[in-house]
């Protein structure tokens, strides 16, 4: 047995030797095998074959301090010593240098930047005007935190790079960023953006996850967008969304008063107006605003004229010198559908020209959070696509695009007044950006209907003799046609 290690040993030390003549010898034009009588493979410059040999091969071994001193500090040194491996006794880690570090074979993604706390999901704030952006901190923390910035935590960290997501793919360099963990969104002009950052190291880099940053009220669409509201009904005083929480002054009735309403009813406040689908807000849209005369019969039947003004270019309207001007018209013997007396049937165009008609009630607002959106009434799609219409809450897991909470009455009895009803939208689930009031309606015989009971929001897009609009009650939601003698909300929509 002696003599056996003895001659084990010496074929070792021989074939070490010859391994060092290959490695540090003048070079040799030919390849070469070590331990078979074998030539090596074409594609192999030395083959260690261990047939007859179970051995391994020994690499340098030191210490972390003396494999960091064995390449010099220069930009040449670096790059010609990419490959160099060393045995890492320090960590008993096998190590090989890639030109800008030392890579430890025993697990690279030790090597690579970890992230431990991702940007905040969501971040929104109601105007332009505000400092800092609410939201939750990140899908594992739903706490509601103020802060004007998102910031990603990492591990092993070096460099960051945030940038924004563009849906085309052509992502781009956030504006205004600098090689740090935190970056403040630029929150001066109303809509979303959507930011991740680039975290990197010597080693490799990872994506965070996305952040959406919000400015203004409004609410998510079904492909992960922003659609940007109004923060309040056309017509209501009370413009941001805690104030219309917290009023007290609401009315709320489920039965139809006489026309025409007072007092309480008459509230606009958090309510807003009640407009008559396609028609200008010529008074007819106030919550006092009286009937046409009776008998209900719509006495200037005669050829509607434009308005000469402050609507120049609308059409189909009841011209300012009759009868009906500035009046609600309940349905009589003209149509059961339609406030219209036009035989011509071109009135479905009224608000369907979007931003362009001088007939949409939105066209004409202005200085609206600065003044930076141009608005008009809103698509029926543009209502699914926030809603994923015709879904009830009773399956909330099914609206995709926001979570709607019913918010009650806080006195709900026939006549008495408190906070408003009416449906919360909150994208993220914890943070409420757009508030719809339970307004009620103006039924087509013109009197107050349902108010602080349900919601009915005018679409521009028609169906036949009827427009289709946004229904809610408690526990329902759902997009339906209906006649265009009802006065229902409207609550503008910007084009940004």
């Known amino acids: 047995m002696q003599i056996s290690m003895q001659n084990k040993n010496k074929q070792m030390g021989l074939a070490m030797l010859l391994l060092s003549a290959v490695l540090f010898s003048v070079p040799l034009k030919a390849q070469v095998t070590i331990g078979a009588q074998t030539p090596p493979d074409n594609y192999s410059l030395l083959d260690l074959v261990t047939t007859n040999m179970k051995k391994g091969v020994h690499l340098p071994r030191m210490t972390t301090t003396e494999r960091d001193a064995l390449i010099p500090a220069t930009t040449a040194d670096s790059a010609a010593a990419v490959g160099v491996a060393v045995y890492n006794t320090t960590t008993n880690c096998y190590d090989v240098w890639n030109g800008k570090g030392w890579l430890s074979l025993c697990d690279y993604t030790n090597n690579a930047p970890v992230i431990t706390v991702q940007p905040r999901a969501f971040s929104w704030k109601e105007t332009t005007g505000e400092t800092d952006f609410t939201g939750i901190t990140s899908p594992t923390d739903p706490t509601p935190l103020k802060s004007a910035t998102i910031s990603v935590t990492a591990t092993g960290a070096t460099s960051y790079q945030w940038y924004e997501y563009i849906r085309n793919g052509q992502d781009k360099v956030a504006a205004g960023t600098s090689n740090a963990a935190t970056y403040t969104p630029d929150g001066s002009a109303l809509g979303m953006k959507q930011y991740y950052c680039l975290v990197s190291n010597a080693f490799g880099s990872i994506n965070s996850d996305t952040a959406k940053v919000a400015v203004g009220c409004g609410a998510m669409t079904m492909d992960g967008g922003w659609r940007t509201f109004m923060c309040y009904n056309l017509g209501a005083t009370e413009t941001t969304i805690g104030g219309q929480l917290s009023y007290t002054g609401n009315y709320y009735v489920g039965i139809n008063p006489t026309t025409p309403a007072t007092g309480a009813a008459t509230d606009v406040t958090v309510y807003g107006d009640l407009h008559q689908w396609g028609r200008v807000p010529d008074g007819h849209q106030l ?55 036009n035989p011509t049937g071109r009135n479905v165009w009224l608000w369907r020209n979007y931003r362009y008609s001088q007939n949409d009630p939105c066209v004409h607002v202005t200085g609206v959070d600065g003044g930076d959106a141009l608005w008009r009434v809103p698509t029926q799609s543009e209502w699914s696509d926030i809603l994923r219409g015709g879904l009830s809450t009773s399956i909330p897991s099914r609206n995709t695009a926001n979570v709607w909470v019913w918010r009650a009455f806080s006195n709900p009895t026939d006549g008495s007044t408190g906070t408003s009803a009416g449906y919360e939208v909150k994208p993220d689930g914890v943070t409420t950006t757009l508030f719809l009031p339970a307004a009620g309606c103006r039924n087509v015989n013109g009197r107050l209907f349902n108010v602080g009971i349900i919601g009915r929001y005018w679409s521009a897009t028609t169906y036949g003799d009827f427009s289709y609009h946004l229904f809610f009650s408690y526990g329902t939601l759902r997009t339906e046609s209906i006649q265009r003698a009802y006065g229902n909300s409207v609550r503008c929509v910007a084009e940004l």
């Open 287 to 341: 919550r006092s605003s009286l009937n046409n005369p009776p008998p209900n019969d719509h006495p200037s039947a005669g050829p509607y004229t434009p308005i000469d003004t402050p609507w120049p270019d609308g059409s189909e309207q009841i011209a300012s010198g009759a009868p009906d001007y500035g009046m609600f018209v309940a349905n009589g013997s003209i149509t059961s559908d339609d406030w219209n007396a």
